[in-house]
Structures are given as structure tokens and as C-alpha cells.
């Protein structure tokens, strides 16, 4: 209940944040903030529950955004639909990525999941009709009404996903399907010799990350007014989906938020102030000393003061 | 049934049939293919060639999991406790999963075998923490939560005390008296000879001898097996 009436609140603080004076470039950069929070939670459910770690986010989060594209070229499909037809593809992608690779374990089928980018990436640089290796320019429609202007409506767009994700990720987190997961996590022959059908429920996993990583990537086309492979399929995304739950930490489902929210905070201060290179330097940094400092990530660190936590 | 690992045979047709009820005991020295043969029965493995029927159905094609849910449970000989869980956590996945009960009553039913296991006062405490010998518990409460017809202990008393042996024996005779059928692979030969009414010797993945404790002991064959020619 508590968690709901939270979760209501920020919604429509949210809502009443876009259509206050606020300047635009908050906005502008909340926007990409807020979509890491969708992102590392989305990852968070394989990655930190089922202890699959997954380097494909962009391919998962690429696919949503062309979905996006291909909808609005073609029946110029509103923002909703677009954002149904990534979360519907990114679905499918994950679960036919899971099928297929589910059954390695460990390094192996980390390995498998970045081949999905390069696979999606290549397919998408020969689809002439999304704009190829040149991409393509779009020309966003007029915004809705209480809206000034596209981006504020963006911004609110995903700050409901990011609400919306973390509701997909605590249901799963405290329900039997976590608790399966979780055996899954800590030995997969045990939870088969206690009735888990360890694979249904990876692949349910894998499934629900592609779902949420493409609707994701849906509203990114418009927020940009372009799209192109290169940037769409970025290895960044696999850095901040990974990354945000590592820091933030994998146990629970604040942790990928709470990483999200510094990791995306912090790049873009220092990418606008120092230098975008300096940003992925400080990334791998960070990454480096949270893996063998604090594994727990930081709700690790807090563990002992959070009731919550296990 | 058999089973290759490459080109290792590591049971080659070997054939036991166990009688609903029966104590059944499984011996042989190391790397004579024991574990191989419960990995195939539970699942955890899957044999090339022969069957394995259980209760009267062919389950050697079905997934781990579904035997499990059949009736078949075992522990493991090296414990694989859920880490990150509570000792009352692991005992809620298989109640969760083999007999689908609600938190509240999975939670009722496993401290009971808690406390008939003596793991009570440890419900709470991360199973990471645990002692071998808890551990070795704590695999046994887990299969027994999943209320198996046919459980399968897999060398659930190595490296405890005689009096904690006594302990788990009380267990499996109590289990089995209950109605479910016992097959247990062991080292400690006294505890086998005690509990089982049949036992079996494989040795390089066949069977060399079957019968009663009394008699295997003093099987010539059994004795070159385990002490050499």
C-alpha cells in the first residue's frame, strides 16, 4: 500500500513538474536519466535475480526503438502505440533470444547476448526503409494538450515507465516467481530438485527485461527527432543497464534505482562539464571498485540499517 | 539403463527395481558410479539408454523438476543450499513449487520439519552461515519438503558425528515408516548395514552384488572392491 501511494505521488509530482516553469534542459536530461532507471531495473530482473548477466540491453532497448520508427513511418502510429509495439517486440526478442541461449550458463551465455546486438545492429544498417547506416530524420507530431512542448511530455512519459518497471520488478521480486529466480541464482540443480522448472522461469525473465528494455527504447526516436544504428545499438546502454544495478545493487529493487539515479546523474554533469570520454572513465572506475569493495552494491553497504533487505 | 561420459562408462546396464516402502541401500567405492545412477533416477542427468519408470510411468525423458513433482526428492552429496536465502526460505521453494501452498502455511509446515530435523532455532539465520553438519540437514529438510514418495539421500551423514548419524538415521527410519521409500547411498558402512533391508554394490559402474547387509559384507567381491585384491 505504502509502496502504491509513493508510487502515485511521484507520478504526478512528475506530471506537475512538466507543466511548471522549470527549465527545459532539466527535461532534456531527466529524460535520459529516467530511461536507466527503466533500463537497469529491466536488467535487474535476469541479470540480478536469476543471476544471468546480460550485455544486450541495446539490442533489447535498439529493436524497441525501431519498432517506434517503423510504426510511425508507416501507419504514424501514436506515442502509445509506439510504445506498445517496442515493449510487444522487445518481448519477443527476449524470449526468443532465451530460448536460445538459456540453456548456457555463466560466461557463455553472456557471450550469446552480445552477439544479439551486432545481429540487430547489422540488420537494421540494411533496412533501407528505417534510414540504414544514415539514419533517418523524423518530424515529431504536434504535442498532447496540457503539454508545452514534446520533451516535457517525454519526460513524463518515461518518469510513469520508470514507476511502472520497478512495479513489474517488485511484483516479481516478492512473489514465488522471485523466490525461484533467486534459487535459480544460487544453484540451478538444487531448484530443479525442489520442482522449479528453472528454464520457464529464466525465460519468463528474459522475456519480462525484453519487454520493459523495448518499450524503453520506443519514445527515444521521438526524443531525438532521429535515429541511427550507431548510437541506437550503443555498448553504453549495456554499461548503464549493468552498471546502475551493480552499484546500486542486485538484491533488491531500489538498488538498480538508486544506481540509475547517481550513475545517469553523475555522467551527465561530468559529460557537460569535463569531457564524454572523462564520463566512461569514471564508469568503469566506479564499476571496478564496487565489484571488489561493496558487491552488495550500496543497499550492501546499508544492508544492516534496511529492514528490507536480505 | 547406462551412462557414457565420453567415452567413460559410467553405469553400464545396470538394472534394480525398488519395492514401494523398501529401505534401500546403495554402496561401492568411489567413482563407482553411485551418484551417476541417483543423477539419472532424479533427473539432474539424463541416461542414454534404458528407462526408468516410476510408480508405473517412463519418466527418464522428463525434466528434473517434474520428477520432483512425481514424488521423486533427493539431497546432495556436496549441500547446495540457497545462499542468499534463509533456512526457512530454502524449505519454502520446494513448498511453493511441488505443492503450490501459500507463504503462511508453506512457512507453518517447514518449521515443523525444522524442528523435527533440529534446525528450528536456525529458521532465521542466512543458510551461508551454516555448519557443514547443518548444511547436510538443511539438504534433507529441503527434499522432505517436498513431500517425496521416493527420497533419495545422497551421503547425508559424511563427516558427522556418531551421535548425530543416530540423529539422521532416526529420521530416515521415522520417514520411512511414514510410507516413503528410502534409497540411501552411504559410506558409513554401520549406518547403511542398520537402516537398509536390500543393498546394492556397484563398483566401475556395475552391479557386483545384491542381498541383505548381513550377506554383501560378506560378499568376496565387495571386500575386493573396497580393499583391493
Known amino acids: 500500500m505504502k509502496f502504491w501511494i509513493s508510487a502515485a505521488a511521484l507520478a504526478l509530482f512528475a506530471l506537475g513538474l512538466a507543466l511548471s516553469p522549470v527549465n527545459e534542459y532539466f527535461f532534456y536530461v531527466s529524460y535520459r536519466v529516467l530511461t536507466f532507471v527503466v533500463l537497469a531495473t529491466a536488467w535487474n530482473i535476469l541479470g540480478g535475480y536469476a543471476g544471468y548477466v546480460n550485455f544486450g540491453t541495446p539490442a533489447f532497448f535498439g529493436v524497441g526503438a525501431y519498432t517506434a520508427v517503423v510504426l510511425f513511418q508507416w501507419l504514424k502510429a501514436p506515442l502509445a502505440a509506439q510504445i506498445a509495439g517496442g515493449a510487444l517486440i522487445g518481448g519477443l526478442l527476449g524470449f526468443g533470444v532465451g530460448m536460445l541461449t538459456l540453456r548456457l550458463r555463466g560466461i557463455f551465455f553472456a557471450i550469446a547476448t552480445v552477439a544479439v546486438i551486432?545481429?540487430?545492429?547489422?540488420?537494421?544498417?540494411?533496412?533501407?526503409?528505417?534510414?540504414?547506416?544514415?539514419?533517418?530524420?523524423?518530424?515529431?507530431?504536434?504535442?498532447?494538450?496540457?503539454?508545452?512542448?514534446?520533451?516535457?511530455?517525454?519526460?513524463?512519459?518515461?518518469?510513469?515507465?520508470?514507476?511502472?518497471?520497478?512495479?513489474?520488478?517488485?511484483?516479481?521480486?516478492?512473489?514465488?516467481?522471485?523466490?525461484?529466480?533467486?534459487?535459480?541464482?544460487?544453484?540451478?540443480?538444487?531448484?530443479?530438485?525442489?520442482?522449479?522448472?528453472?528454464?520457464?522461469?529464466?525465460?519468463?525473465?528474459?522475456?519480462?527485461?525484453?519487454?520493459?528494455?523495448?518499450?524503453?527504447?520506443?519514445?527515444?526516436?521521438?526524443?531525438?527527432?532521429?535515429?541511427?544504428?550507431?548510437?541506437?545499438?550503443?555498448?553504453?546502454?549495456?554499461?548503464?543497464?549493468?552498471?546502475?544495478?551493480?552499484?546500486?545493487?542486485?538484491?533488491?529493487?531500489?538498488?538498480?534505482?538508486?544506481?540509475?539515479?547517481?550513475?545517469?546523474?553523475?555522467?551527465?554533469?561530468?559529460?557537460?562539464?569535463?569531457?564524454?570520454?572523462?564520463?566512461?572513465?569514471?564508469?568503469?572506475?566506479?564499476?571496478?571498485?564496487?565489484?571488489?569493495?561493496?558487491?552488495?552494491?550500496?543497499?550492501?553497504?546499508?544492508?544492516?540499517?534496511?529492514?528490507?533487505?536480505? | 539403463m547406462s551412462k557414457h561420459f565420453g567415452g567413460f562408462a559410467a553405469l553400464s546396464e545396470v538394472s534394480i527395481a525398488i519395492a514401494p516402502g523398501e529401505r534401500f541401500g546403495l554402496i561401492g567405492p568411489n567413482g563407482s558410479g553411485k551418484t551417476t545412477l541417483i543423477n539419472c533416477i532424479s533427473g539432474t542427468l539424463r541416461n542414454e539408454s534404458g528407462s526408468i519408470v516410476f510408480d508405473g510411468e517412463e519418466v527418464s525423458r522428463l525434466p528434473a523438476y517434474q520428477r520432483t513433482r512425481k514424488g521423486i526428492a533427493r539431497s546432495f552429496q556436496v549441500p547446495r543450499p540457497f545462499a542468499s536465502m534463509s533456512v526457512l526460505e530454502n524449505l519454502l521453494v520446494p513448498y511453493e513449487y511441488v505443492e503450490h501452498l501459500k507463504q503462511s502455511e508453506a512457512e507453518k509446515q517447514a518449521m515443523e520439519i525444522l524442528r523435527r530435523i533440529g534446525l528450528a532455532d536456525k529458521a532465521m539465520t542466512p543458510s551461508s552461515q551454516l555448519s557443514q553438519v547443518e548444511l547436510r540437514k538443511l539438504e534433507l529438510a529441503r527434499a522432505m519438503a517436498a513431500r517425496p514418495r521416493l527420497l533419495i539421500s545422497d551421503e547425508a551423514m559424511a563427516g558427522l558425528s556418531g551421535s548425530e548419524v543416530d540423529e539422521v538415521l532416526k529420521i530416515l527410519f521415522d520417514l520411512n515408516t511414514a510410507g516413503i521409500t528410502i534409497v540411501m547411498i552411504e559410506h558409513i558402512m554401520q549406518a547403511v548395514m542398520r537402516f537398509s533391508q536390500r543393498v546394492v554394490c556397484l563398483d566401475a559402474g556395475r552391479i557386483i552384488c545384491e542381498g541383505a547387509p548381513a550377506a554383501i559384507v560378506k560378499n568376496p567381491d565387495v571386500q575386493k572392491a573396497y580393499l583391493g585384491a
Open chain 1, 118 to 310: 551486432f545481429i540487430t545492429e547489422t540488420l537494421m544498417i540494411n533496412w533501407r526503409y528505417v534510414g540504414g547506416a544514415t539514419g533517418l530524420q523524423l518530424l515529431r507530431p504536434e504535442v498532447m494538450a496540457p503539454f508545452e512542448n514534446y520533451i516535457r511530455m517525454l519526460f513524463v512519459v518515461m518518469a510513469w515507465m520508470g514507476i511502472a518497471a520497478v512495479a513489474v520488478a517488485r511484483y516479481v521480486q516478492d512473489s514465488w516467481i522471485g523466490r525461484g529466480l533467486r534459487a535459480v541464482r544460487d544453484s540451478e540443480e538444487a531448484a530443479e530438485a525442489s520442482g522449479v522448472p528453472t528454464l520457464k522461469l529464466k525465460l519468463f525473465a528474459c522475456t519480462v527485461m525484453g519487454a520493459l528494455m523495448g518499450a524503453a527504447g520506443a519514445p527515444m526516436p521521438m526524443y531525438l527527432s532521429f535515429i541511427e544504428p550507431a548510437s541506437t545499438f550503443n555498448l553504453d546502454y549495456t554499461i548503464g543497464a549493468l552498471g546502475s544495478a551493480i552499484i546500486g545493487g542486485m538484491s533488491h529493487w531500489l538498488g538498480p534505482i538508486i544506481g540509475a539515479l547517481l550513475l545517469g546523474t553523475l555522467q551527465q554533469i561530468i559529460t557537460v562539464t569535463i569531457s564524454g570520454e572523462v564520463n566512461v572513465l569514471v564508469v568503469g572506475v566506479l564499476l571496478v571498485l564496487f565489484v571488489v569493495v561493496a558487491p552488495g552494491g550500496i543497499l550492501g553497504l546499508f544492508r544492516k540499517w534496511l529492514p528490507f533487505s536480505r
